[in-house]
């Protein structure tokens, strides 16, 4: 009750591909026990696409179906495929493409930060798909002037875990960092907190480096271990200690 009296900021925790809320809950436990001790409102979101569990495939011109695991419950913030929404394969590829159904994911963030007190800091937390989905969120918060036009104005720092730089491209004002903003050498002024594994080899840490560097002055935490969110001592003080500094 006593840390719920002096919350001085919101954290809003979204997970990796094929995951969900709950799973982003039970993995992050121990952070969640410290944030809140600290001040900190956790809010795990939930994306919005259900992943199927079966996909067609061709093999041999014979299209084949397959199970893609014991995957209940499994949600995506975008696909990366219009014929088979499971379809990950190209997520690394650094080429332009349109990440699908992306809208959907960000009113379930601006729905979440209207909830917010104005007052209060707002930081996000995404693991691998999630933590694009940040940089995402990164971009779009930089470009929205004030709040009451876009809740996502509210968003003052971002915690990127294994994650790789977005590749989405719409056209328009909303494009990949790899042609408007790289073209205009510009950076991401959102105070960001990377943190990677040494031994990831779902997503190699060259590309969370290179997420790293779309950020002005961005801070690095390396673990020893692979695609995994950490949950030592030493990563809850780190990220308890990003959040205060943001917010001093």
Not at 106 to 134: H, K, N, P
Request: glycine residues 6%.
């Amino acid at each position: 009750d006593n840390a719920a009296d002096k919350m001085i900021g919101t954290v809003i925790l979204l997970h990796g591909w094929a995951q969900n809320a709950f799973i982003m809950k039970s993995r992050t436990a121990k952070l969640e026990k410290k944030l809140i001790k600290a001040g900190y409102k956790c809010i795990y979101l939930e994306a919005p696409h259900l992943l199927p569990m079966t996909s067609t495939i061709k093999i041999d011109g014979e299209e084949v179906q397959i199970t893609n695991g014991q995957r209940e419950n499994a949600k995506a913030w975008f696909l990366y495929s219009k014929d088979d929404g499971a379809d990950a394969s190209m997520a690394l590829d650094e080429k332009q493409m349109k990440y699908i159904g992306l809208d959907a994911s960000l009113d379930r963030v601006r729905e979440c930060l209207l909830q917010c007190d104005d007052d209060s800091s707002c930081a996000i937390f995404g693991f691998s798909q999630g933590a694009t989905f940040c940089h995402i969120l990164s971009m779009l918060s930089v470009n929205a002037t004030n709040q009451n036009d876009d809740p996502l104005a509210k968003i003052q720092c971002a915690m990127l875990l294994s994650g790789f730089p977005s590749m989405h491209n719409q056209g328009g004002s909303f494009l990949s960092p790899s042609t408007k903003l790289r073209a205009n050498n510009t950076l991401l002024d959102v105070k960001s907190l990377h943190i990677y594994g040494e031994i990831d080899t779902s997503v190699p840490n060259s590309y969370s480096k290179k997420l790293a560097n779309c950020y002005v002055n961005p801070e690095i935490y390396v673990h020893g271990k692979g695609h995994v969110i950490p949950h030592n001592a030493a990563l809850c003080e780190r990220v308890i200690s990003f959040l205060e500094s943001t917010s001093s």
